[in-house]
């Protein structure tokens, strides 16, 4: 059986959006989509979404600072 | 202004060289008797223009506007080009010479065609290596012979030399399809052309030619070496002509490489460097762009301002902690720009006439002249508004100050200027921590905004008072050092008390206008005068680090009675007003200093300021009357402790033995998760600790009644109490004894077999023979001892001597990394191209430099006021 890297405490929770709220967190944003911080399409915590380029990727990380955070990564 | 897309970078080929040169050189001098410079020479006019007034003779414009020109050489005889040499061994070494295959039989050769076209980036080397060892060619069957390269430039077939002539034959025959397998895309380099028949010759502005004060010129090293070349070529040239026999052109042959050699790079390996007349290792091509003081490294990450000064600093606690002073020479030298405008004309030319202030005027067009005893009337009668003058520095100016390495925002903080006598700069010991400085002979920078946008942005950003708080951890970085700290903490002790004599001074250095009242019958307490340096509505509480210390080496067991501690040792200010405590480390030091960060943020930068400049100043004269020092006498135990010392030790001897015992035995109690002989090494190191533990603690029992009690000695113990240096592990150190020796958080045991030193028994694992050092520094240690202690030492010293290089250029690292990240006006941190990388600055949006201690809010301490 292969080790899922997605069980490991260390990773955080990935999902991906669809498409409205993807437009929707671009808008909240406002921000152009080439300057978010990129994701490889063959990382291991999203394969099994099969994403394609362009889609965003939502983490749920924990964070010293602030408790909990969400970070939003681009499928590149 | 236009935006470079890309840098590619490739092989000049001989024709591009042609097309470039303004003309050829074919003339090995450089001037003419008259001192004009020869036509077809290495100074020739059409390669550029140096001197002012002239006309460029290949392109028309004056000096300024004209780029320079190459020329070139053309060698009667092709040579190489010596930093390429190994790529023409690997070429040949895997080619046929008949026919100029690649020594691969053709379906292999196929099968690296279709790898490199997958972008497999490895096939050069893989051919390489397997064309190598071919003994004769796969495609015309002629024998192979071993290419040698005899560094830099000489090769051999067999044992045959061969020739660049006979190189470039041999290469231009090779079929573009196995080039392209070598890694060569013909459109951008063929390898023929790393033989060179033609050379460029830079241009004058490269290498300029100095006239000395004798008047006698001086040429630049590259045309010294261009020179050589020329006068060889001419003269292999001219041998050919007169038909000289093969072994003479060969040896001239040879030379012409070794001077193109030398003029690529003087540093060649195996080749020795071509010397100037003087001796001197000529600066050639790569010497130029190479190294340390090479183009890069020098002029280009490398560029050095003007309005700058440096010197070594040292300390001056009667000045601001804003101020820096600055020797008068500095102050003369730097300037800043002014302008001269109704209100202030009257004024400025009454300083040009009477003083030397002023240096420079400058028109509005831009035009600068300078203030000398000749045009000193000239210019007075010509300024009016508009003009600007460009005078000294002042007392009150801005300027920036700097200690390298700059890694944080505080390394280069904002002075005002303070001119002083003397050669060093002078800082207030108070803003040593920023800066990380001392004064064993630390240089450091100023530097002089010019503008007044700079001048503004300097003093609201920079200004040390706004930079109390550190950015990094939000608590104070500006702070008292050793000394400072304990002079408060004597001002301060329950003890402290001076005449009303004594008591005025103070109060005159602070600048106090309304005298308190005496609260010590005629006497004045240290509280009441420190109490004059905090605001009105000033109200803490807080434990000081005295206290910590007392509960740490076991003098206080009891629960904390508050204002009422019997060693007064809990810090009550009211209403500004300090009431009980004395001030120490945890009010005013690094990181935790809740005095120093109240007034920081609480009030306006100004008190912080004002604050410094009291405690400064009464300090300083305090620690003179009263004295800090460290006798001998000092560290002499009383019998009490000396007999303690004796019996805990001898207890340990003897708990030690048990242990070893039970250790041999087997019947040790073993630690869960440890073998059994590590057990027995934690319960060893355990066994000392605590032994050492007890002493220590009897020792600071009995030195802090003699600080905390009236008349108290001022000495190590008040650095201790007080927190400014020194812990009670060092006074143990010197008065009690030293315990165990430990190396890698254990007992030492690398040295000889199965024993420390040669001095034990072999196999004795006791407390003794494993490092424990009953004796002290006062005392005197044992041999045996002394070499314990050493093996402590040596890896203190070492831990020391890494630590500080790695975590120094890994810090370096980081910051460098970082330090092009930005908080956007949508607050996401952003990089230098504007890509996101955190949505909210440290995810939580907190600015540390406003936070307190990392924290956006102090709730405990909120919910306390508001109650």
């Known amino acids: 059986m292969a080790f899922d890297v997605k069980e490991h405490f260390l990773v955080p929770r990935h999902s991906l959006l669809d498409s409205d709220s993807v437009e929707q967190i671009i808008s909240e944003l406002g921000i152009d989509k080439s300057k978010l911080p990129k994701i490889p399409k063959g990382d291991p915590a999203i394969k099994e979404f099969k994403p394609k380029k362009g889609d965003i990727v939502k983490i749920n990380r924990y964070s010293p600072t602030a408790g909990k955070t969400t970070y939003y990564r681009i499928v590149d | ?867």
């Not at chain 2, 600068?368 to 007392?395: V, Y």
């Not at chain 2, 067991?557 to 004395?582: F, H, M, N, R, W």
């Open chain 2, 1 to 867: 202004m236009k935006k470079i897309h890309s840098i590619d970078f490739r092989v000049l080929d001989p024709k591009t060289i042609r097309k470039m040169s303004a003309i050829e050189i074919k003339t090995p001098d450089t001037y003419d008797k008259d001192g004009y410079p020869m036509d077809g020479g290495l100074m020739d006019p059409h390669l550029g223009v140096i001197n002012p007034g002239l006309r460029c003779k290949t392109c028309g414009q004056k000096m300024k506007d004209c780029p320079g020109h190459f020329g070139s050489i053309e060698f009667v005889r092709p040579v190489l080009h010596p930093e390429f040499s190994k790529k023409l061994e690997l070429i040949m070494q895997s080619t046929c010479q008949e026919c100029g295959r690649l020594n691969l039989p053709d379906d292999k050769l196929k099968m690296y065609e279709s790898k490199l076209e997958k972008g497999d980036l490895e096939v050069p080397t893989k051919i390489v290596r397997k064309a190598k060892t071919a003994k004769e060619c796969e495609h015309c069957k002629a024998p192979k012979e071993k290419i040698l390269l005899d560094k830099p430039t000489n090769f051999f077939l067999g044992k045959e030399r061969i020739y660049p002539t006979e190189i470039r034959e041999w290469i231009e025959k090779i079929p573009e399809m196995d080039l392209k397998l070598l890694g060569y895309d013909l459109e951008i380099t063929k390898p023929e052309w790393f033989i060179t028949s033609v050379l460029p010759v830079p241009p004058i502005t490269v290498r300029p030619s100095i006239t000395l004060e004798s008047g006698v010129k001086s040429e630049d090293d590259l045309t010294h070496k261009l020179v050589d070349i020329i006068r060889v070529n001419l003269r292999l040239n001219d041998n050919i002509d007169a038909g000289a026999p093969q072994l003479i052109i060969e040896d001239l042959w040879d030379l012409l490489q070794y001077h193109v050699t030398t003029y690529y790079n003087n540093n060649t390996a195996g080749v020795p460097p071509a010397k100037h007349r003087s001796g001197r290792a000529l600066r050639t091509l790569v010497q130029r762009l190479k190294g340390k003081k090479g183009r890069f490294r020098h002029n280009l990450t490398g560029k050095r301002v003007n309005f700058a000064a440096r010197s070594t600093v040292s300390p001056d606690s009667f000045i601001s902690i804003n101020e820096i002073g600055i020797p008068q020479d500095i102050a003369n030298d730097l300037t800043l720009p002014e302008p001269i405008t109704e209100a202030t004309i009257d004024a400025i030319k009454k300083k040009i006439k009477e003083t030397d202030e002023i240096q420079y005027v400058a028109r509005p067009n831009g035009q600068r002249r300078k203030i000398t005893d000749e045009t000193r009337d000239l210019i007075l009668e010509e300024i009016e508004p508009g003009f600007k003058i460009e005078r000294s520095l002042q007392n009150g100016d801005i300027v920036l100050f700097n200690r390298q390495p700059s890694l944080h925002r505080l390394s280069m903080m904002a002075h005002k200027v303070r001119i002083m006598d003397g050669k060093t700069l002078r800082i207030n010991p108070v803003v040593c921590k920023p800066y990380n400085a001392d004064f064993d002979g630390d240089e450091m920078n100023i530097h002089v905004p010019q503008t007044e946008e700079g001048k503004s942005e300097a003093q609201e950003l920079m200004y040390v008072q706004n930079n109390v708080i550190s950015p990094r951890y939000g608590a104070p970085v500006v702070v008292l050092e050793e000394d400072g700290v304990s002079g408060v903490y004597i001002l301060t002790l329950d003890s402290t008390e001076f005449s009303k004599d004594e008591a005025m001074k103070y109060f005159y250095e602070m600048g106090i206008k309304e005298l308190p009242k005496p609260d010590k019958g005629k006497n004045y307490s240290g509280k009441l005068i420190f109490s004059q340096m905090l605001p009105d509505d000033l109200n803490l509480e807080y434990t000081s680090n005295t206290c910590k210390v007392l509960k740490k080496t076991g003098v206080c067991t009891s629960a904390c009675k508050g204002d009422k501690c019997p060693y007064g040792a809990y810090v009550k200010i009211k209403d500004g007003v300090l009431e009980t405590g004395v001030i120490d480390s945890s009010s005013l030091g690094e990181a935790k200093g809740i005095l120093i960060d109240t007034l920081a943020r609480q009030y306006s930068s100004d008190v912080i300021e004002k604050f410094y400049n009291m405690v400064n100043r009464v300090v300083s004269d305090l620690l003179t009357k009263k004295g800090m020092t460290a006798g001998l006498d000092e560290y002499e135990m009383s019998d009490k402790i000396k007999k303690a010392s004796e019996s805990s030790i001898e207890n340990a001897l003897k708990e030690g033995t048990k242990l070893v015992k039970k250790y041999e035995n087997k019947t040790l109690d073993i630690i869960p998760g440890k073998t059994l002989q590590e057990s027995f090494e934690i319960g060893m190191m355990r066994l000392s600790a605590e032994t050492k533990e007890e002493i220590e603690k009897m020792i600071m029992s009995e030195k802090v009644q003699k600080v905390l009690g009236k008349n108290p000695e001022l000495n190590t113990t008040v650095m201790i109490l007080s927190g400014s240096r020194g812990s009670s592990t060092n006074l143990m150190n010197i008065a009690g004894f030293w315990g165990q020796a430990s190396v890698r958080e254990g007992r030492p045991k690398r040295g000889f077999k199965n024993r420390l030193i040669t001095l034990n028994e072999k196999d004795d694992v006791g407390l003794i023979t494993g490092g424990f050092i009953n004796q002290n520094f006062m005392d005197g240690m044992k041999g045996k001892e002394y070499f314990y202690h050493s093996m402590g030492g040596r890896q203190g010293e070492v831990d020391t001597g890494v630590s500080t290089k790695v975590s120094g250029y890994l810090y370096r690292r980081l910051a460098n990394s970082l330090k092009d990240l930005f908080v956007e006006t949508d607050r996401t941190v952003r990089t230098a191209s504007k890509n996101l990388v955190q949505y909210s600055y440290g995810e939580d949006g907190i600015f540390p430099m406003k936070s307190i201690k990392g924290k956006s809010m102090n709730v405990k301490k909120s919910i306390e006021k508001d109650l």
